[in-house]
């Protein structure tokens, strides 16, 4: 008889076989005998191994595959957003304001500085003020204050009153890319503008209007939304590469709002050295003195539900301004067509600048690069601390005391140059 000892499992070896135990081998001089029934119920035996081992891998694979497509379904955008890409769910923010834009646009639209006037010989109320990001506000001439106002996709219907230049608001005005809009200037100021490659927009009855009131005498040039947005497109200038202030985003801004309306709270600025105290002052009332006139003095009243700063003057009254509607209402007098509204900034900033008359011993000369004492008030809290602008071309720089980069609230800014000879009090 043929030896099938290799050939041949019996019970116990697949006991064995699937136990982990010892299987008992035959003798190898010895050969089994089996039936023609036991040799039919090896190979049903063995059919029935056969059979589990591969259901078992069938189940084991199909297990496998299945973790495999979670894991790549995990990956891939979900079908519900099939149209969803990264430029779509990226967030953009302006350069002037900090706030969110809503289209990428936006971000490189045209950008003016208007030069503004806020004497009391007609120029208030203005109008339009509430629509600009960024103000610089600094004496012009006998105290009396100017501001630089920058605008990047305004909406207001008039913008005004519109006036003269100053050398030192062209350097402030430069890092934003700005058509400069005025009516005239300084013999320095207009030299710098015509020779230094600038967008110029001077007295233009084109672009700009003169209003048909009395009261306001020679504070009644006047543009508009329309007319700057036709000048721009007229010109060529169809865009501005602004460099902004370094701003928080708005996420950051109300983490670091002082009344704990949010469950984690951002700390701001670093402690001075020696300084154990990790939160920075609280001021809800803020005074600006330029000088001598207290006529052009202002003050600062902490909102804190709509977490602004209310503007006012030393008297005590508001600082109303015009604010008209988006649509375009042609060349109007904004007292005929707009409402007040008090001028409410998210950020106000002072500025202690060298201030002297000008060689003509009646405007004022300020300088404008260099550093000096800051003080920066945001989210119901005062930052004390140093500006630093190194250059024309550069933006200015906010430090607190410790040498960290302050970075503003998002929102309207208001930047005072405070002569040395004036003060800030809160």
Request: aromatic share 8%; with cysteine.
């Amino acid at each position: 008889m043929e030896n099938n000892t290799n050939l041949t499992i019996n019970s116990e070896e697949l006991k064995a076989a699937f136990e982990g135990g010892e299987v008992k081998k035959p003798k190898t001089n010895q050969t089994p005998k089996e039936s023609p029934e036991e040799k039919q119920g090896m190979t049903k035996k063995k059919l029935t191994v056969f059979l589990i081992l591969g259901l078992v891998g069938l189940i084991g694979g199909g297990i496998m595959l299945t973790i495999a497509l979670l894991g790549m379904k995990k990956d891939e955008p979900t079908a519900n957003y099939p149209n969803l890409d990264d430029e779509e769910a990226e967030v953009y923010y302006s350069n002037l304001t900090g706030e969110e834009l809503s289209d990428k646009a936006l971000a490189t639209a045209p950008a003016y500085c208007i030069q503004t006037p806020n004497g009391t010989d007609g120029a208030r109320p203005q109008a339009g003020l509430t629509d600009a990001g960024v103000i610089f506000e600094a004496i012009a001439e006998a105290g009396i204050t100017r501001f630089a106002a920058i605008y990047q996709n305004p909406t207001t219907a008039i913008i005004g009153p519109i006036r003269s230049l100053r050398i030192y608001y062209l350097e402030w005005d430069t890092p934003f890319d700005c058509t400069i809009v005025h009516a005239g200037g300084s013999g320095d100021a207009l030299a710098a503008v015509s020779s230094g490659g600038y967008k110029d927009l001077t007295e233009n009855y084109t672009y700009m209007y003169r209003g048909t009131f009395g009261g306001r005498r020679w504070n009644n040039l006047f543009t508009t939304s329309a007319l700057l947005r036709q000048y721009s497109s007229d010109s060529g200038n169809a865009s501005s590469n602004i460099k902004g202030f370094t701003r928080m985003t708005p996420k950051e801004s109300e983490q670091a709002r002082v009344d704990g309306t949010v469950n984690e709270k951002l700390v701001i600025t670093k402690p001075a050295k020696g300084d154990t105290s990790t939160m920075t002052p609280v001021t809800t009332a803020i005074r600006l003195k330029f000088g001598g006139v207290p006529s052009y003095n202002s003050s600062y009243t902490y909102d804190a539900e709509s977490n602004k700063y209310l503007r006012g003057y030393e008297s005590g009254a508001a600082h109303e301004v015009y604010g008209c509607p988006a649509e375009d209402l042609g060349e109007r007098n904004p007292e005929d067509v707009c409402s007040l509204t008090q001028l409410s900034p998210s950020v106000v900033v002072a500025m202690m600048v060298q201030e002297h008359k000008a060689s003509d011993n009646y405007h004022e000369d300020i300088k404008a690069l260099g550093s000096g004492k800051a003080f920066v008030f945001q989210n119901g809290m005062a930052i004390s601390g140093t500006w630093e602008k190194a250059s024309k071309s550069d933006q200015i720089k906010f430090t607190d005391e410790a040498g960290s980069e302050i970075k503003l609230a998002p929102g309207q800014t208001i930047v005072s140059a405070v002569p040395d000879y004036g003060s800030v009090d809160f």
